[in-house]
């Protein structure tokens, strides 16, 4: 057995109160009661798994750290947040310091299964607390638990809760605060031998309890079964799945296109009031063009961030999403992808960002990243100006008949060509980075209850939270150094053309054009898409600057149009077409998954393979059409 | 009989948990989820197509488990 190295002692000091609990056993809800908005919200030492912790007052004015484990339902972990939970409670986790008092929050309607975890913590030697949460639901199903009588079997104290609504929290809040609590003795953890005897021992110790309580017999039908009876039947089920996804995304487009106008018309207010309250120059540029394009580029995803997490978070909290998984499990399996994938690609046709911050939602941490590294893949809204503008100017307005255009139907297939490139990926990584040990599932549909609107309003919040601070944060820095870069150095006295041409941007746009040559790319192109980085429908704007053009965004891609229908060949913009289904050249994605990745090799390899796919797409499509005769 | 032979509906006790030689550590977490000795067991739905993964009702919870999982866990009527 290797041996446990003591943690450095760099962490927080304080009294610490851990909450550990099977998943789905209300814990969250009894943490954001324990803390109410008092929250820090992270990721554990180099793991991806989220941190929350809090801090909250007894009522004798002692001041406790709260931490909210991952729910697990042994202490022989087997996912990454498993690991977390068990790490943390035997004090061996990384910069984490060992809980002294541990709270285990069980169901009250489900202690069999429950009740096996407090045996297991109990056996840690730190001193343990049980909420017994949910005992409306079991009193509810005529399944009342006595937990006077339940403390006396476990031997410790043992109080009723209803987290959800806040009820037994005073009373709860009373015993954590009893000093005997936290000044005894900490016993040293025990480590089993072997955990499968361990585990049917406590499988007995529980029938035992559960006898005693009266309690040893199976719950009747519950009314989560049956509305199970509906939403996974064969036929019934994928359809109300289809509509709820429906709903998902029409939200996320429709609903999210008010807000989003609005910021846009708000940043270019800003700018234009600093254009004309700032004299002209290097800081008017700066403060226009630098700071507030930037952050109005990264504000503008907000609306649809928040409106799509809104709906994450109900499905979660209801019980839902699992239930999805579960019908999509086949279908997405067979390229290699969790069923709960489906929400995270779904969302990155309206914006990668919010898909790869979905991705959460995904259990396993392979699935995740496979889920991650094609989420780009998904057509995402702020490549339709580019589609737009290079479709008007090159593809014909041709009818097909059944009232199809020819427009239309090249669209959709930029579209169709997104999704099978992501489903050929997924596959592809499915088949040769699977270790051939087979992929697990066991997924617990837990029983149907109405979210909270506190739960949900904190969860959004922590969100908005992350991506401005974190993500906002990268990309700002990184619009401002691109705003450097198209600005210096000046163009020399008498200089012609756009300034953006003597820039580094143009030099680098210049150099590009060694690459991009092969696949038809000229050196205005090569250099519209160095802007272009910070969001792919700034490029519509970088070539308007590079024709010289002095319109506002709107006007940018009608009166482009016919220049670039004479400038370039068909060849040419086919190829763009090609290059961006699968461009990689968008930052704040990739910053975004630097974030939800904790390291460079994430978004490292996102580009690099981004950047091959469309560097293949475009030289197979220009060549195809240069030999057709273009 | 294992758990992925019983009809859709049917009830029956777990006798036993195996795994698979290359994921050993599947006897635990089924263990860890429910699946003990003596403890009942209800399959309540199929995915399609396939009939796979399975929904199982065990003792009072509700879990999806594949095919391959639930052929790991021996039950009797």
Redesign the interface.
Known sequence: MKTTVAPLNFQRRGALLALVGNPNAGKTALFNQLTGARQKVANYAGVTVERKEGATALPSGRQIRVLDLPGAYALNPRSEDERITADVLFGRAHGEKRPDVVLCVVDASNLRRHLRLVLAVKRLGLPVVVALNMVDRAAARGRAVDATRLAELLGVPVLPTVAIRGEGMAALREQLDDSALWDGPIHAAHVGASAAPVQSADHETVQRILEQLGLDTLMPETPSDRIDRVVLHPLAGPAILALVLFLVFQAVFAWAEWPMSLIEAGTAWLAAGVRTLVPAGLLQSLLADGVIAGLGGVIVFLPQIVILFFFILVLEESGYLPRGAFLLDRVMGGVGLSGRAFIPLLSSFACAIPGIMAARTIPQSRDRWVTIMVAPLMTCSARLPVYTLLIGAFIPAHELGLGIGLQGLVLFGLYLAGIVGGVAVAWLLHRFTTVRTPRTLMMELPAYHWPSAQSILLGLWQRVQIFLARVGGIILTLTILLWFLATFPAPPEGATGPAIEHSFAGMLGRALTVVFEPIGFNWQISLALVPGMAAREVTVSALATVYALQVTDEAAAETLQPILAADWSLPTALSLLAWFVFAPQCLSTLATVRRETGGMTGPALMAAYLFALAYLASFITYRTALALGG | MTLAELSRGASAIVVSVRA?P??P??????????F?????VRV???????G??L?VRV????????R??ADCVTVQL
């Open positions: 698979p290359e994921a550590e599947w006897v635990e977490w089924l263990e860890a989820i429910g003990l000795p003596g403890e009942h309540i739905t199929h995915g399609i197509p396939g796979d993964p929904v003792g009072d919870s509700t879990f999806a488990l594949r391959i999982e």
